[in-house]
């Protein structure tokens, strides 16, 4: 599979097509970046899927790499999100015992 085939599979499963249509140039078979801003996400799995290609592997090795590349990704997103969950409990429960004590107080 090409490069610019793997991008075409990924981005019909993401939102809008962004990756082709935004994140994606196709005449380098290369990640650009957007000058209008936007979904960084996007460029991410951009950067990711190139990053990993290796035109003389089978599509199976390809798509594998991808997986291993996103899903190593996916487990650092969801350490950073289950520590700040943690950090607004600790907030949230710390503002807690405040208001009641300041409750019991009165």
């Known amino acids: 599979m090409t490069l610019n085939e793997l991008i ?3 981005s019909a499963a993401y939102p809008d097509g962004l990756i082709a249509v935004e994140y994606w140039d196709f005449e380098r078979d290369c990640p650009r970046r ?3 801003g936007g979904d ?3 460029l991410f799995i951009a950067h ?3 990053d990993t290609y290796d035109p003389d592997a089978s599509d199976d090795a390809q798509v ?3 997986i291993k590349a996103l899903s190593s990704a996916r487990s650092d997103l969801e350490a950073v999100n289950a ?3 943690g950090e607004l409990r600790k907030s949230k429960g710390g503002q807690h015992d405040q208001e009641q004590t ?3 107080e009165a």
């Open 102 to 104: 300041k409750s019991e």
């Open 83 to 85: 520590a700040l969950a």
């Open 64 to 66: 594998n790499a991808i």
């Open 48 to 50: 990711e899927i190139a």
């Open 34 to 36: 957007n000058p209008k």
């Open 40 to 42: 960084t996400l996007a």
């Open 8 to 10: 075409i599979k990924a």
